[in-house]
């Protein structure tokens, strides 16, 4: 082995400036391809990792009743915690909070269930009501992090009777409707847990992902008049954790319903909700590793040709030894040397780049189930790559090197039928050679990596087009609510817990909102819970006020008698589960509501609205008289207004806030934007993967084309020589190597923007039908407008260079060479 190490020392001086080049680029590759292999994999077990130990509730019960005991929940076998919250409105100065910033009532919360990991702090004294706890979130949006202050404000006891929690539009309003008690808290804690974290997007209430503030349960047990209101009108809702998890919910409901004698009170599988926020971690997280394998593939061929091209001409010269005594293994050793030992420097830099990278990481929303941010060293990842990046070099350089000298003189290469063809109509001869140049391998020295790059060309704009057709797909269902079955944009709270103003009032208040100009619709909705078997869902009712908001279903259509329903997608689903339902549309489904069971008809399967305890996908619409037939009251009333194409909708608001502000009584009627489906958030939380996986798509097919343009010119370059004394001018030599990269772009396109197109149609409708979301074709028009130009003219820049070298080529000395 004297040899090889004498040999590598001259590598190292003579090749450094080539072997430093190949170690960053091992460094960068390595880096960027292990940060996205460990975040995949430290984003897919955050929401797992975040439940161990944080006892997670299993439950969430909501009966809406001011006067219910919750003592009879905690007697039920099984019940290991119950953490009752008020449904009440609750106010930060310069703050706009969401609906999941309620109070707790008592100090189970936190103890029994839902006991959150500590990012910073502590958490609040339950016996204190100057003490607040906030997400991270909420530390990164207002600058408020533990130590600092905020001031509460509370209601009146008689503004909490008639207030109904809404406090702003989704305008960035921060309007403040309570003059009771002025409370300063100090913020103790930064917390986290699977109930406790933070919304995904926009939350519910308009607060648009501004993270959340809970209060002490102390500020509930000293200012209880302030949140019950005089009446005693608010209620409370309960998270319930169980001895035996999801699997004990079944007998749960049916010995809450033997101990309250109320069948249809709604229990809500939190279970579900977690296995939502999995499925899309789990998403977020293949994305990533998807990204991850695409660069690692993008830098397995520049570095692997980059490696190649210096044992190459390390071959080159251990060759003219040979015949002096070196032997074909101490060739082949020698030459891999250099890159191997390249390897060694570029794989460190590159798993401390990775380990550095992980402060970052999770990325999307498996960030807001993380219970370790900061550092986080995933040792068989990084230790892996290390080892295998060094492995992949020595075995590939020795590889490419053995080869190359066992390597026995290749016969000619078929003729390329396209250039052949243009040969026979005349062609320009530039033309000609550059076809040539682009679709022939050549053989012996002259041998070119044509297939590979045109495979790369393909995949690499097929890659780009996909991923813009699914970035399409994203942007439509992010500025277009209908693909979730909303089409209103407003929301009119009416009344709450059977409670609401007289008919009449009530009557003028919709007809004033149907008149207004930039109205399309209006519709006046109760809520309420029923009980399937083991399952509860809201149920919605709906009855037009002038022309109704467009409902959009799924499948089947909307009921029209007393005796039929439209279920939501993920409530069919969960019904179809439970073996309640068959095909869906045409089957019969009992429901139980506070005024007895019934046999329904499902008619359609669609989306219900959005609302502040369920989602689109969850729940059942009934006519008027179907949803008397089952409640004798609401949950919550609302009128959802429908703009008309082409409204101001901040506008239309103001207004129409000020208009209904105007009638007796209208002061009292809150208003508020539409709730914004979280999976809306969800989905354009991973809308950067795959652009990024098409950009480094994108740069493997520019790399590929960028290697075959240099080695074409060098391999060819007896060629070219012979055409230029032959009076091929420089002008017409540029010209040959643009057809070339014109060439390798064109087949490229004819071949991967309908691959791409279709891909990325296919991607976008998993993920539609997955969320779920009414699927519409993406078609991203300026993608299709300017790949072809934008390619052309990278595929040209990319090869101006060694076009230029063509054209200054030194006749004499290429014809010497040869």
């Given at each position: 082995?004297?040899?090889?190490?004498?040999?590598?020392?001259?590598?190292?001086?003579?090749?450094?400036?080539?072997?430093?080049?190949?170690?960053?680029?091992?460094?960068?590759?390595?880096?960027?391809?292990?940060?996205?292999?460990?975040?995949?994999?430290?984003?897919?077990?955050?929401?797992?990792?975040?439940?161990?130990?944080?006892?997670?509730?299993?439950?969430?019960?909501?009966?809406?009743?001011?006067?219910?005991?919750?003592?009879?929940?905690?007697?039920?076998?099984?019940?290991?915690?119950?953490?009752?919250?008020?449904?009440?409105?609750?106010?930060?100065?310069g703050?706009?909070?969401?609906?999941?910033?309620?109070?707790?009532?008592?100090?189970?919360?936190?103890?029994?269930?839902?006991?959150?990991?500590?990012?910073?702090?502590?958490?609040?004294?339950?016996?204190?009501?100057?003490?607040?706890?906030?997400?991270?979130?909420?530390?990164?949006?207002?600058?408020?992090?533990?130590?600092?202050?905020?001031?509460?404000?509370?209601?009146?006891?008689?503004?909490?009777?008639?207030?109904?929690?809404?406090?702003?539009?989704?305008?960035?309003?921060?309007?403040?409707?309570?003059?009771?008690?002025?409370?300063?808290?100090?913020?103790?804690?930064?917390?986290?847990s699977?109930?406790?974290?933070?919304r995904?997007?926009?939350?519910?209430?308009g607060?648009?992902?501004?993270?959340?503030?809970?209060?002490?349960?102390?500020?509930?047990?000293?200012?209880?008049?302030?949140?019950?209101?005089?009446?005693?009108?608010?209620?409370?809702?309960?998270?319930?954790?169980?001895?035996?998890?999801?699997?004990?919910?079944?007998?749960?409901?049916?010995?809450?319903?033997?101990?309250?004698?109320?069948?249809?009170?709604?229990?809500?599988?939190?279970?579900?909700?977690?296995?939502?926020?999995?499925?899309?971690?789990?998403?977020?997280?293949?994305?990533?590793?998807?990204?991850?394998?695409?660069?690692?593939?993008?830098?397995?061929?520049?570095i692997?040709?980059?490696?190649?091209?210096?044992?190459?001409?390390?071959?080159?010269?251990?060759?003219?030894?040979?015949?002096?005594?070196l032997?074909?293994?101490?060739?082949?050793?020698?030459?891999?040397?250099?890159?191997?030992?390249?390897?060694?420097?570029?794989?460190?830099?590159?798993?401390?780049?990775?380990?550095?990278?992980?402060?970052?990481?999770?990325?999307?929303?498996?960030?807001?189930?993380?219970?370790?941010?900061?550092?986080?060293?995933?040792?068989p990842?990084?230790l892996?790559?290390?080892?295998?990046?060094?492995?992949?070099?020595?075995?590939?350089?020795?590889?490419?090197?053995?080869?190359?000298?066992?390597?026995?003189?290749?016969?000619?290469?078929?003729?390329?039928?396209?250039?052949?063809?243009?040969?026979?109509?005349?062609?320009?001869?530039?033309?000609?050679?550059?076809l040539?140049?682009?679709?022939?391998?050549?053989?012996?020295?002259?041998?070119?990596?044509?297939?590979?790059?045109?495979?790369?060309?393909?995949?690499?704009?097929?890659?780009?087009?996909?991923?813009?057709?699914?970035?399409?797909?994203?942007?439509?269902?992010?500025?277009n609510?209908?693909?979730?079955?909303?089409?209103?944009?407003?929301?009119?709270?009416?009344?709450?817990?059977?409670?609401?103003?007289?008919?009449?009032?009530?009557?003028?208040?919709?007809?004033?909102?149907?008149?207004?100009?930039?109205?399309?619709?209006?519709?006046?909705?109760?809520?309420?819970?029923?009980?399937?078997?083991?399952?509860t869902?809201p149920?919605?009712?709906?009855?037009?006020?002038?022309?109704?908001?467009?409902?959009?279903?799924?499948?089947?259509?909307?009921?029209v008698?007393?005796?039929?329903?439209?279920?939501?997608?993920?409530?069919?689903?969960?019904l179809?589960?439970?073996?309640?339902?068959?095909?869906?549309?045409?089957?019969?489904?009992?429901?139980?509501?506070?005024?007895?069971?019934?046999?329904?008809?499902?008619?359609?399967?669609?989306?219900?609205?959005?609302?502040?305890?369920n989602?689109?996908?969850?729940?059942?619409?009934?006519?008027?008289?179907?949803?008397?037939?089952?409640?004798?009251?609401?949950?919550?009333?609302?009128?959802?207004?429908?703009?008309?194409?082409?409204?101001d909708?901040?506008?239309?608001?103001?207004?129409?806030?000020?208009?209904?502000?105007?009638?007796?009584g209208?002061?009292?009627?809150?208003?508020?934007?539409?709730?914004?489906?979280?999976?809306?958030?969800?989905?354009?939380?991973?809308?950067?993967?795959?652009?990024?996986?098409?950009?480094?798509?994108?740069?493997?097919?520019?790399?590929?084309?960028?290697?075959?343009?240099?080695?074409?010119?060098?391999?060819?370059?007896?060629?070219?020589?012979?055409?230029?004394?032959?009076?091929?001018?420089?002008?017409?030599t540029?010209?040959?190597?643009?057809?070339?990269?014109?060439?390798?772009?064109?087949?490229?396109?004819?071949?991967?923007?309908?691959?791409?197109?279709?891909?990325?149609?296919?991607?976008?409708?998993?993920?539609?039908?997955?969320?779920?979301?009414?699927?519409?074709?993406?078609?991203?028009t300026?993608t299709?407008?300017?790949?072809?130009?934008?390619?052309?003219?990278?595929?040209?820049?990319?090869?101006?260079?060694?076009?230029?070298v063509?054209?200054?080529?030194?006749?004499a000395?290429?014809?010497?060479?040869?």
């Open positions: 082995m004297r040899f090889p190490r004498a040999w590598l020392g001259l590598e190292v001086r003579r090749r450094r400036r080539s072997l430093a080049v190949l170690a960053v680029l091992i460094a960068f590759s390595l880096a960027t391809v292990l940060a996205a292999v460990a975040g995949s994999r430290r984003g897919e077990s955050a929401l797992d990792r975040l439940r161990a130990g944080t006892l997670p509730a299993d439950a969430q019960v909501l009966i809406q009743d001011p006067g219910f005991d919750w003592d009879k929940v905690r007697a039920i076998p099984g019940v290991l915690g119950v953490a009752p919250s008020v449904t009440a409105a609750m106010y930060i100065e703050v706009q909070l969401g609906w999941d910033s309620v109070p707790p009532v008592d100090p189970a919360v936190w103890r029994d269930v839902e006991r959150p990991v500590l990012l910073a702090g502590r958490l609040p004294d339950p016996a204190r009501a100057d003490e607040l706890a906030v997400s991270a979130r909420f530390v990164e949006r207002y600058g408020k992090g533990v130590g600092d202050s905020a001031v509460i404000r509370l209601a009146t006891p008689q503004e909490a009777d008639i207030d109904l929690g809404v406090d702003a539009a989704n305008t960035g309003s921060t309007r403040i409707r309570a003059n009771g008690p002025r409370v300063t808290a100090r913020i103790v804690g930064v917390i986290r699977p109930w406790f974290a933070d995904v997007g926009e939350t519910s209430g607060a648009t992902g501004e993270g959340f503030a809970i209060p002490s349960p102390g500020l509930f047990l000293k200012y209880q008049d302030n949140f019950l209101g005089a009446q005693r009108s608010k209620f409370t809702n309960a998270l319930v954790r169980l001895e035996n998890g999801e699997d004990g919910l079944a007998e749960f409901r049916s010995r809450l319903a033997a101990a309250t004698g109320r069948p249809e009170i709604r229990v809500d599988n939190l279970a579900d909700g977690l296995r939502r926020n999995q499925r899309l971690v789990r998403y977020e997280a293949i994305a990533l590793l998807a990204f991850g394998l695409s660069a690692l593939v993008a830098a397995a061929l520049v692997g040709q980059f490696a190649a091209r210096l044992v190459a001409a390390s071959l080159a010269e251990l060759r003219v030894l040979i015949p002096a005594g032997t074909p293994r101490q060739a082949v050793v020698a030459a891999a040397l250099g890159p191997s030992a390249a390897a060694l420097p570029g794989a460190v830099l590159g798993v401390t780049g990775a380990a550095l990278a992980s402060r970052w990481t999770p990325l999307g929303a498996a960030a807001n189930f993380e219970p370790r941010p900061g550092l986080d060293l995933d040792w990842v990084l892996g790559g290390l080892v295998a990046v060094l492995v992949a070099v020595a075995a590939g350089a020795g590889g490419y090197a053995w080869l190359a000298v066992a390597a026995k003189p290749a016969g000619p290469s078929g003729r390329s039928a396209v250039a052949t063809a243009a040969g026979r109509m005349g062609w320009p001869v530039p033309v000609l050679v550059g040539r140049l682009a679709l022939e391998r050549g053989h012996g020295r002259t041998a070119l990596p044509v297939r590979s790059a045109l495979i790369g060309s393909t995949v690499g704009i097929a890659g780009v087009v996909a991923a813009l057709t699914f970035s399409a797909g994203v942007s439509d269902a992010a500025s609510p209908a693909r979730y079955g909303q089409t209103h944009r407003l929301l009119v709270f009416l009344g709450a817990n059977g409670r609401s103003g007289p008919a009449d009032q009530v009557g003028r208040v919709l007809s004033v909102l149907a008149r207004d100009p930039d109205v399309a619709g209006v519709e006046d909705r109760r809520l309420f819970s029923a009980a399937s078997g083991d399952l869902f149920v919605y009712d709906y009855t037009p006020v002038g022309t109704p908001p467009p409902i959009e279903l799924k499948t089947g259509r909307l009921p008698s007393d005796r039929e329903i439209m279920l939501a997608a993920d409530t069919a689903g969960k179809r589960d439970a073996g309640m339902l068959k095909a869906g549309v045409g089957d019969r489904i009992h429901l139980t509501g506070d005024r007895g069971g019934r046999d329904f008809t499902v008619s359609g399967i669609g989306f219900v609205p959005e609302g502040p305890s989602t689109y996908s969850e729940g059942v619409l009934a006519t008027p008289a179907g949803y008397d037939s089952l409640f004798a009251s609401f949950e919550i009333r609302m009128g959802f207004v429908a703009f008309r194409p082409g409204a909708v901040a506008e239309a608001t103001a207004r129409l806030r000020q208009t209904v502000g105007s009638l007796p209208g002061d009292d009627i809150g208003m508020m934007s539409s709730f914004k489906p979280r999976q809306l958030a969800e989905v354009q939380g991973v809308r950067a993967l795959p652009v990024a996986l098409g950009a480094f798509l994108a740069l493997l097919a520019l790399a590929s084309a960028a290697y075959t343009s240099v080695t074409a010119v060098r391999r060819r370059r007896h060629d070219i020589a012979v055409l230029r004394a032959l009076g091929m001018t420089p002008a017409q540029r010209w040959s190597v643009a057809t070339q990269a014109g060439t390798l772009a064109a087949v490229g396109l004819v071949f991967g923007v309908p691959v791409g197109l279709a891909l990325g149609r296919v991607l976008w409708q998993g993920v539609a039908e997955n969320t779920p979301l009414f699927y519409v074709p993406p078609v991203p300026w299709l407008v300017l790949i072809g130009p934008v390619t052309l003219l990278a595929m040209n820049l990319l090869a101006a260079r060694s076009a230029g063509a054209a200054r080529l030194n006749l000395h290429a014809l010497r060479a040869e």
